[in-house]
């Protein structure tokens, strides 16, 4: 790249910089997409098909209820992460377009910032998708003696 002419570059580096602003923007609305289709399955799908008390004969149902939103969060991780992986690998190559010293704003935001406020937007939002994993396993533990039958 750093045989090309700068205004050459400035045209990658203004295409690249568009494509890193519509992925961040497409990140967040699948974001926002899953906390509405987890929230809509829990709030109109489920209540209608479980009951109040787990019992060996209701467990199948209950048991399939609850294997739809680890399965949603795990489609939606999959679609995030790739957009976490393409943001990082384009906004590796905007940075090298221009040597370090050049003017662009990529170059003095990585000199400026502190980078733990990533690991934690980062960590928020991998909590966020790994909610429905945590609350399958607890309903896994609570109903393992209720199928066995040493827990009414």
């Known amino acids: 790249?750093?045989?090309l002419p700068d205004d050459q570059k400035m045209q990658f580096y203004a295409s690249a910089r568009d494509e890193v602003s519509k992925r961040i923007a497409l990140r967040d609305q699948t974001l926002i997409a899953y906390i509405v289709s987890a929230g809509a399955y829990l709030g109109l799908v489920a209540p209608g098909q479980t009951s109040a008390t787990?019992?060996?004969q209701n467990?199948?149902?209950e048991a399939a209820i609850l294997a739809v939103p680890p399965i949603i969060s795990l489609v939606f991780t999959c679609v995030i992460l790739?957009?976490?992986v393409m943001i990082g690998i384009l906004g590796d190559y905007l940075r090298s377009l221009f040597p370090t010293e050049h003017k662009i704003w990529e170059n003095f935001y990585i000199k400026s910032r502190d980078k733990r406020y990533l690991l934690a937007r980062t960590l928020?939002?991998?909590l966020?998708?790994?909610i429905p994993v945590v609350?399958?396993?607890v309903f896994t533990v609570e109903a393992f003696p209720v199928v066995w039958g040493t827990r009414n």
């Open 135 to 137: 609350y399958t396993s």
């Open 54 to 56: 787990l019992t060996a």
């Open 1 to 3: 790249m750093n045989d």
């Open 59 to 61: 467990f199948p149902t």
């Open 128 to 130: 966020l998708l790994l």
């Open 124 to 126: 928020s939002q991998a």
């Open 82 to 84: 790739q957009h976490h």
